[in-house]
């Protein structure tokens, strides 16, 4: 999103415009509200204008049916749920492409996950061969669920790949479920979770503004 801020002679915020929405109104509240309490260096000449970029996450449209726009509360409850303790990244800001997941999966099952998938997630045009990939967007709660249903030696597997971020940089966690029936296939899944590609990380979301 983008801020349209006026400043004064001693670089304060005056007037804040959201040129650039987020999406979630919520979100550019709290964002302009947090932008009050910033400080600029003043213009020489007097009162100005800033334009200034704030990085939330890539824009995702809620893809839950009929779900409301998140209120502020719920918003901060997610971003609670995002956290987690700093993982090492390189200088060209990759992560390890597995970090396990320790939040479970909502449905013991393939079928019943797929379920919820067709009902709440969009699947994506371009999914590779043998797998249908779908994201789910409700708010801050932004995950990627993949499904391996023909073509692989440990199919059904089902992979679920959930926004996360450790304050400097916001990255996926996975947790898979394998429901092969011969032996040693699930093993052969989790190897394959394992040698998953290392991962690009991107700015993780600024704190939302505390409860008053």
């Not at 509200?33 to 204008?49: C, L, M, V």
């Not at 990759?94 to 079928?111: C, K, N, R, S, Y």
Request: hydrophobic share 40%; charged share 25%; with cysteine.
């Amino acid at each position: 999103m983008v801020l349209v801020i006026a400043l004064d002679r001693c670089g304060q915020a005056g007037e804040i415009v959201v040129e650039q929405g987020s999406g979630i109104a919520a979100l550019d509240e709290a964002a302009s509200e947090a932008a009050r309490s910033w400080r600029f260096n003043p213009s020489p000449d007097g009162p100005s204008r800033v334009r200034v970029p704030v990085e939330f996450l890539p824009r995702q449209e809620s893809t839950v049916p009929g779900a409301a726009e998140p209120s502020l509360d719920k918003l901060r409850a997610q971003y609670r749920a995002m956290q987690v303790a700093r993982v090492a990244a390189r200088a060209d800001r990759t992560v390890e492409g597995f970090i396990p997941d320790p939040q479970p999966l909502a449905h013991e099952t393939i079928a019943a996950s797929l379920a919820m998938l067709e009902r709440e997630a969009k699947l994506q045009p371009d999914s590779p061969p043998g797998t249908r990939v779908y994201v789910r967007a409700d708010g801050l709660d932004i995950t990627q669920w993949t499904l391996f249903d023909e073509g692989w030696a440990f199919v059904p597997a089902l992979i679920r790949q959930r926004l996360v971020s450790d304050g400097g940089n916001a990255f996926m966690l996975s947790r898979g479920l394998c429901e092969a029936k011969r032996a040693g296939e699930c093993a052969r899944f989790e190897d394959f979770m394992r040698s998953m590609p290392r991962q690009e990380t991107r700015p993780p979301p600024p704190p939302l503004p505390p409860e008053s």
